[in-house]
């Protein structure tokens, strides 16, 4: 076991109290650049805007309207006294009622919304009636016929649900509320630091994410000791304490090798990701730059070994966890939607630490494609595990039947265990904190779309852009400078990996004329200059759609291709096959280059079939039928128009 820093370097000078304005999800004390809060960035329109609405206006309530149907919300009356019966559903729903408060909370931070906000307290309320005298806080343990608290670490997910309160706390308090549910938090906080702080039990949970949430919360409230006990937490794990079984091992936990030891993301995906994002922000509020280091590194070679095109990653079904480097079936793929949304948490944080558009291109990719995919058009059903290649249609889930786990090839509205509805929630409801940032000079914008951005630059001084896009459907985006310092300001803006060589910066307006021009190479290109209200950028990212192949180690998919558009991977689906075929017949003609189609492409196919025998292996290659075209559509919109077969990965038929 290694030495670690002392106990009095994590004070960090630059922990602060609540902050007066907007803020974000992830609030560092340092690094190469500050995130842009709720209150700098407003999302206006474009795809995320009408994400943002469907999130308003369907998800939450659909959460709401499944969590008290089912007594889970419930549950916290029956341990307050008000309501009878046993706790309902599995040990760690609590969480899933966090998650919708933190959800609401952003919302409401958003924009003012009275129904809302009643709904709001009136669960902060109910949570708040079921708190321990000593700020113990669960639905499932320490009560009348309840297990004891705090016997059952490996599963029963107390640390974990707590640690997702604390997280809706940080919402609250971010969006400017130091009210009931901060309290709450600070309560639990001090019983947890009593109970596992340096005279406590030497004990961590099994599922990772209390070290995240306690992190934020001393970067919320200024409170060391919170901080202080996130890093017992990370250091506490990799040494074996908790207890496995035959399936799950001491990596399933992330408790095999400690996090600054450790080489690569392993063992159950969503863990290892909450755990990565914790020790992130421990390691930049203690000035552990060594830790910083090993999780960078670890998380470089899960993007490059370990992740689905879509940006998914944790290719098993079994635990739900990564599978060795380059082990990604399409056909079984996991991918869960939160560990994708873990993944987007952890670039997030290596982003502002680094200023590597890697980790903003990562967040893109997977936002786009491995998270939207899961909420149903209408919001009102989810997927779970998101596959890149559905052999058999299925057929329709039932809108009113709860679901053991999405392995099914619809959505479904929701499941026993449902923490991917509440995750999608709570990130649409906070997705414009990650769009953009300051270095305190000038602004970074990594993401597009329809947004403004309004904030204040080191010097006081006010800079305000409009950010006009229809992105990621159209690849022009306008920046527009509303306000601006008279002196030289740099403004930043992400060339996608997929447009390097291709994307085109002009500007125009009253100082138009100098800067550099954009190399083939260019992840980033600054514009830097005196900017005047009306001055605009104008990025032109190429949007043709594209063939993309994968590294040959992949083998699952090898000698195939996918096609790609701007940052959206497409997907082929039987409905749009002619009669009689389906996608397991189909090869694509590498000849065909793609035509744009909307937001998706014409591709050209080749059917290749051989008659089902008694023994499916021959001396012959099964013949190739007649050239034919159809229409690849987004991967996000499949399964939207009933039961339906699907496949990102397709055999090449010819050249390529
Ligand atoms: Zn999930």
Redesign the pocket.
Known sequence: MRTHNAVNSITSPHLTSVPTSLGGPVAPSRGALRPLGLGDVTITGGLWGRMQELNADVIIDHCLGWMERIGWIANFDRVAGTASGHHAGIEFVDSEVYKLLEAMAWELGRRPDAVLDERYRGIVSRVAAAQDEDGYLHTSFGHAGQRARYTDLEWGHELYCHGHLIQAAVARLRTGHDDELAAIARRLADHLYTEFGPDGRMAVCGHPEIEVALAEFARATGEPRYLELARLFVERRGHGTLGTTLFQGHEYFQDDVPVRDAEVLRGHA?RALYLSAGAVDIAVETGDDELLAAVESQYLRTIARRSYLTGGVGAHHQNEEFGDDFELPSDRAYA????AIASVMLSWRLLVQTGDARYADQIERTLLNAVLVSPRADGRAFY?ANTLHQRAAGSATDDDELSERAEASMRAPWFE????PT?VARTLASVAGYFATTDGAGVQLHQYGSYTVDTTLDGGERIALSVESDYPHDGAVRIVVVDAPTRTVPISVRIPLWARGRAEVAVTGAGAGAGAALGATDAVFTVERSFSPGDVIELRLPMEPRFSHAHPRIDAVRGQAAVERGPLVLALEDVDLPEGIDVEHVELDATFSPVDDLDGAIVGLRRRTAPEDEWPYTATVAELGEFFTATMRPYKDWANRGPSTMRVWMPVSAGS
Do not use: I, K, L, Q
């Open positions: 969503v869960e939607t939160c560990a779970y265990v449902s923490c991917c995750n």
